[in-house]
């Protein structure tokens, strides 16, 4: 078996590893960057293996990170299967054709200034016909599902506790007479968190290609989370500010949304109008409503009281660009929650424009932001931040969640793998982390007892 790190390597975006078993080569997720505009730029386009020469993809979960450049592998000739979960496959078509208008307006503020300076203009990466085009290659499978893709090369999706149809790839194989196991966790869950079920353990892996992004962290008790967004809304409700919530569309929002409901309904806040507005967002609430199977028991209890998870009295999801705007109008307390998750893009990037000088409002940062995103310097209080290229004064006030990430920490992934049996894993390999967490962890995974770690750089390859 042979190993090729393409993305997220030493870094948290553009997942993307080639495992070759017996001259087969199986393209664990195709992950769009992220970050500075030109690497991300270069990087998306340019694959370092030929589409064409991939047999098979499987993948994690829908997050763009994870599954945003499967229309640019489509696009240059990869003609097979896509395998994933049921969740997972509704959440990647409208995703695909989101991220492919984000891609095209992208394009065209690049190509405005490159037309005033005579240069010659760019394609987007690619277009909402290429997205519909690669969405017709999801293979939806069931979890807990052993499915074969090759004589002796089967492979198991099983929840991993993330985002809606998030999964853990198992992948059993027999290579020259031995059998083997491999996993990849795509993202890692976390235990307890509302509306999604706890990852699920795999044992015997012989070897491991896990995520990192918070191997260098704990997080704060999930049980906290309510009482924390609670004291975020009582200020805002004070102050009749306005409370900004970028979130990812998918998993954050529904996520938030659920905890307000119960806040909501438990009398524990002011009665402010609470806004969804995002279309993405809004659509992949749809998936969360469909997708009952990946309820844990405490969302379906919302059903049996007679209540819904993700809708309540005052709570309303945006549809029209004119409603949008119509939030600047109307004056605090009000929350909204809007996309895109690292403030690079979307409806976000206009209410943090108009709110963001104004020190009655805060900011709630609730998920992961990578570095060189807008999200990560108002997460770093910068005095000041460029939003649509003008320098704006951050006056707002910032404050973070951080436990209401869908990512396991240092210490919940440790015990995750504890329960999977760490001292079976011949070769483990950290990816989808920043320097320090990849270096933190790795060193916790040789204590639990993993015999080989290693941190793959982009493009190294591994032969075992
Ligand atoms: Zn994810």
Not at 325 to 338: Q, T, W
Request: glycine share 6%.
């Amino acid at each position: 078996m042979k190993i090729t790190f393409h993305g997220a390597a030493r870094e948290v975006t553009g997942s993307a590893h080639i495992v070759t078993i017996n001259g087969k080569n199986i393209l664990l997720d195709c992950g769009l960057f992220q970050g500075k505009r030109k690497e991300a730029f270069e990087k998306n386009r340019n694959f370092l293996v030929d589409p064409s020469k991939i047999d098979v993809m499987l993948l994690s979960h829908a997050h763009m990170d994870h599954s945003g450049n499967i229309p640019t592998l489509v696009k240059n000739g990869y003609k097979g299967k896509i395998f994933c979960t049921d969740a997972t496959a509704d959440l990647c078509e409208i995703m695909f054709q989101d991220c492919a208008r984000i891609q095209i307006h992208d394009i065209e503020f690049v190509n405005r200034k490159r037309a005033k300076q005579g240069k010659k203009l760019f394609e987007p990466l690619y277009t909402v016909e290429d997205a519909n085009i690669a969405a017709k290659h999801l293979a939806p499978i069931p979890y807990s599902a052993p499915f074969k893709i090759f004589d002796n090369i089967e492979v198991c999706f099983h929840d991993a506790g993330h985002i809606m149809g998030s999964a853990f790839t198992e992948i059993n194989f027999k290579e020259n007479g031995s059998a083997k196991k491999l996993m990849f966790t795509g993202d890692i869950g976390r235990r307890d968190i509302p509306i999604l079920k706890d990852p699920v353990v795999i044992k015997d892996i012989d070897y491991l290609i896990t995520e990192s992004t918070y191997g260098d962290r704990r997080h704060p008790p999930a049980a906290n989370v309510k009482a924390a967004l609670k004291e975020v809304v009582d200020k805002i409700c004070a102050t009749k500010g306005k409370l900004i919530i970028p979130a990812f569309s998918v998993g954050r929002t529904q996520y938030v949304v659920y905890l307000l409901n119960k806040l909501y309904a438990e009398g524990q806040i002011c009665p402010l109008p609470i806004f969804v507005d995002s279309p993405l967002s809004s659509a992949a609430t749809d998936v969360y409503r469909k997708h009952r199977e990946c309820w844990d028991s405490a969302a379906v209890e919302f059903l049996i009281d007679g209540r819904k998870p993700f809708d309540f009295e005052n709570l309303r999801y945006t549809e029209s660009v004119e409603e949008s705007k119509s939030l600047n109008e109307m004056s605090g307390p009000m929350i909204i929650i809007s996309a895109s998750g690292m403030c690079e893009a979307g409806r976000i990037l206009h209410h943090l424009k108009n709110n963001i000088t104004d020190p009655r409002n805060i900011i709630l940062i609730v998920g992961y932001m990578a570095e060189n995103t807008l999200g990560r310097r108002i997460a770093e209080h910068r005095k000041e931040v460029k939003i649509f290229g003008t320098p704006l004064p951050l006056r707002a006030q910032v404050e973070e969640i951080s436990a209401l990430s869908a990512h396991a920490d240092e210490f919940e992934m440790l015990d995750y793998f504890d329960k999977c049996g760490a001292s079976h894993i011949e070769h483990a390999f950290c990816v989808h982390g920043e320097q320090n967490a990849l270096d933190f962890f790795s060193e916790r995974l040789r204590e639990a007892g993993m015999k080989n770690v290693h941190i793959p750089s982009p493009g190294e390859v591994f032969e075992m």
